[in-house]
Nanobody, 124 residues
Framework: QVQLVESGGGLVQAGGSLRLSCVASGRSISNYAMGWFRQAPGKEREFVAAISRSTGSTNYADSVKGRFTISRANAKNTVSLQMNSLKPEDTGVYYC?????????????????WGQGTQVTVSS
């Protein structure tokens, strides 16, 4: 079973950048498709980005396309989310998730493994 720990969140002004990292332990992330989700106060958890297990194919929510980039470094057992041109509406707790499938998915219910989350706050 894989354990996930996110880091890199913080407070940033609108237009700024942050880089989130998700470090896995217990198993290699090469066995998993990986995703990032976020949850704003009072809202449901929503899909942000995902990357497939083998091909590295990526998938993004329309709201972050062109601003966020997901990547994986299997040798470091790490998945990252580079976030540029941040907006106040990007504020929330960001979660890393894993599923033991070659394909990523936009549905949070398809990911059985989750980190504890890292807070991202974008001020206007």
């Amino acid at each position: 079973q894989v354990q996930l720990v996110e880091s890199g969140g913080g407070l940033v002004q609108a237009g700024g950048s942050l880089r989130l990292s998700c470090v896995a332990s217990g198993r290699s992330i090469s066995n998993y498709a990986m995703g990032w989700f976020r949850q704003a106060p009072g809202k449901e958890r929503e899909f942000v980005a995902a990357i497939s297990r083998s091909t590295g194919s990526t998938n993004y929510a329309d709201s972050v396309k062109g601003r966020f980039t997901i990547s994986r470094a299997n040798a470091k057992n790490t998945v990252s989310l580079q976030m540029n041109s941040l907006k106040p509406e990007d504020t929330g707790v960001y979660y890393c998730a894993a599923r033991a499938s070659p394909l990523s998915d936009r549905r949070s219910s398809m990911y059985p493994y989750w980190g504890q989350g890292t807070q991202v706050t974008v001020s206007s």
